[in-house]
């Protein structure tokens, strides 16, 4: 065609451009070109930014958190969760995967059976009515065999001398490991990481072994994240102190919780906790913290808390004991109910809600003064070693005084207070009763209190 037009003399041109244009008309039809699709604005979530000492985290397993097992599932429970204290949902991994939720086949869909992308937009957005944040648990050292990049991109994955994928952990053999020196690989996981961000409304990520992906990538990628929504939130699952310059807020308090079994199960001075707390903060940057737990996805599979505690009495007074120092609490699908998920079940089996009726209001209680009491979260942290088992810890803030005691023993204890705490009437922060000003504490066993002045 375009020969023919440099032989014509330019008069021509114009009238056997319309005389074609009429031929294919009668041909094929006329056909008006098709205007481009408007760009879709993007979905971001419209919370405000959240600091990390404000955090208080609820981990779900979605297919049991509900008979359903699903996104609709969860819908019901939502103004319990917002009840109870939490304010960040960290969703484990929802995505397709014919073994472990941490063995993903495809980044960007959701595991069919806990329902489909509207389903889940409707669950964020209806945690977002509620002042819920979704956290979205994010695999990013190594996908399932059945990943496409397997196949459309093998360079993508750590091989041995033969060209044949590893594995990142001679244990865990259904996944496999990336590789993270192949530039289009950042590439492609940020760009997988903030469709979710940007289409879906969600407010962060909790980063499973964070410890092995290197820290550039992160770096990189939570400030190209950030970009689309400033107010995102980032959790590792790593305790390296790296992981704060990436642009994570929290990583896990592994060593607090090593301490905590110590001191309940093996009977290990209570300063160890202390020691154990200071070691954990030492290198953190100021608006970052540790999480903080007596259980989770992993440390159930051990046991529930009663069992890895020794009684459910020293479970709750091992909690108490993680917020007596102050840090990020967490909650695990179905602990405020006495009967937490366990993942390697041969069945889906549906927390039962109605297990423990005393577990929920003592959790709801905890929670509810950990977030009414600004001086549990960030005020100056004192801790005074009053009696064999006991933990005694003081927060100040300003004109604001709080103080943690916990019987860590099977057997009861009388606490002298500190010093510095006598002399004023202090009110029982969880009945809102006033205690006076006593110079010693009965506490049972696994007994606890916390009063405020």
């Not at 405000?48 to 049991?64: C, G, I, M, N, T």
């Not at 993903?104 to 489909?116: I, K």
């Not at 099977?410 to 009110?427: E, K, M, R």
């Amino acid at each position: 065609m375009n020969h023919l037009f440099q032989l014509l003399r330019p008069p021509l041109r114009p009238r056997l451009l319309l005389y074609l244009l009429l031929l294919e008309c009668l041909w094929g039809g006329c056909k008006q070109p098709s205007p481009e699709p408007p760009a879709s604005e993007a979905n971001i979530s419209p919370l405000p930014a959240l600091s990390a000492r404000d955090a208080v985290l609820y981990e779900v397993f979605v297919p049991d958190f509900s008979a359903a097992g699903t996104f609709d599932g969860m819908l019901p429970r939502l103004d319990s969760l917002q009840k109870l204290g939490v304010n960040t949902l960290w969703l484990m991994p929802l995505h397709p995967t014919h073994n472990s939720p941490y063995a993903v086949d495809d980044y960007g869909a959701v595991n069919r059976e806990l329902g489909d992308l509207a389903a889940f937009d409707r669950l964020v957005a209806a945690a977002h009515q509620r002042g819920l944040r979704v956290l979205l648990d994010w695999v990013a050292n190594h996908t399932s065999y059945y990943h496409p990049w397997v196949q459309q991109h093998p360079d993508w994955y750590t091989r041995d001398a033969n060209g044949q994928i590893v594995h990142p952990n001679p244990q865990w053999t259904d996944v496999a490991d990336l590789n993270y020196n192949r530039p289009e690989l950042r590439q492609a996981m940020t760009a997988a990481m903030k469709t979710w961000v940007t289409g879906h409304a969600i407010d962060g990520f909790r980063c499973d072994a964070a410890d092995l992906v290197p820290d550039d990538y992160w770096q990189a990628a939570i400030a190209e994240l950030r970009q689309a929504n400033p107010n995102l939130f980032f959790l590792a699952e790593g305790s390296q102190t790296s992981h704060y310059a990436a642009g994570f807020q929290l990583t896990f308090g592994w060593d607090f919780y090593n301490a905590l079994q110590r001191v309940v199960i093996n009977q290990a001075p209570t300063a160890t906790l202390a020691a154990a707390h200071a070691a954990e903060l030492q290198n953190v940057p100021a608006g970052s913290y540790r999480l903080r737990f007596t259980t989770n996805h992993d440390e159930v599979q051990q046991g529930t808390p009663a069992a890895r505690f020794g009684s459910e009495a020293a479970a709750r007074a091992a909690y108490v004991a993680t917020l007596a120092f102050g840090a990020a609490p967490l909650l695990y699908n179905g602990q405020e109910a006495g009967d937490p998920a366990q993942l390697n079940s041969p069945t889906r089996t549906p927390i039962r809600w109605n297990n423990d009726p005393t577990a929920g209001p003592f959790y709801r209680g905890l929670l509810r003064v950990y977030n009414d009491q600004p001086a549990l979260r960030y005020g100056l942290v004192e801790y005074f070693d009053q009696a064999p088992g006991a933990v005694v810890v003081r927060h100040r803030l300003g004109a604001q005084e709080v103080l943690v005691l916990v019987n860590l023993r099977s057997s009861a204890v009388s606490v002298p207070l500190p010093a510095v705490s006598q002399g004023a009437a202090w009110t029982n922060s969880l009945t809102r009763t006033a205690v006076g000003s006593p110079a010693a504490v009965p506490l049972a066993a696994y007994g606890y209190a916390v009063w405020q002045r």
